[in-house]
Nanobody, 118 residues
Framework: QVQLVESGGGLVQPGGSLRLSCVAS????????MNWYRQAPGKQRELVAT?????????????NYADSVKGRFIISRDNAKNTVYLQMNSLKPEDTAVYYC??????WGQGTQVTVSS
């Protein structure tokens, strides 16, 4: 059974930071690019950040970000721990959404709520 389990969401004030984590089944983590999506109320799910699996070493490969989060969010992965992270800095109220971990645009986590509000 393939599983992606997210954690780290919560309530944070504007300008604050959160780090999301996603632990994946070992069988998929070494194969697929890992992605973070988000879905705000009444809006379509959007791709926030992507990291390819990389070729060597413990880290990942290439990254790509939505324009709305460039310079504020950082995606990283630890292949030894089967974990992908999303470091979110300088958070804005418009970042409020349910954030989903995704593997290869095939497998999905259950989502974790991020609320940015004063």
């Amino acid at each position: 059974q393939v599983q992606l389990v997210e954690s780290g969401g919560g309530l944070v004030q504007p300008g604050g930071s959160l780090r999301l984590s996603c632990v994946a089944s070992g069988s998929i983590f070494s194969i697929y690019a890992m992605n973070w999506y988000r879905q705000a109320p009444g809006k379509q799910r959007e791709l926030v950040a992507t990291m390819t699996r990389g070729v060597t070493g413990n880290g990942g490969g290439k990254t790509n970000y939505a324009d709305s989060v460039k310079g504020r969010f950082i995606i990283s992965r630890d292949n030894a721990k089967n974990t992908v992270y999303l470091q979110m800095n300088s958070l804005k109220p418009e970042d409020t959404a349910v954030y989903y971990c995704n593997a290869g645009n095939i497998y999905w986590g259950q989502g974790t709520q991020v609320t940015v509000s004063s």
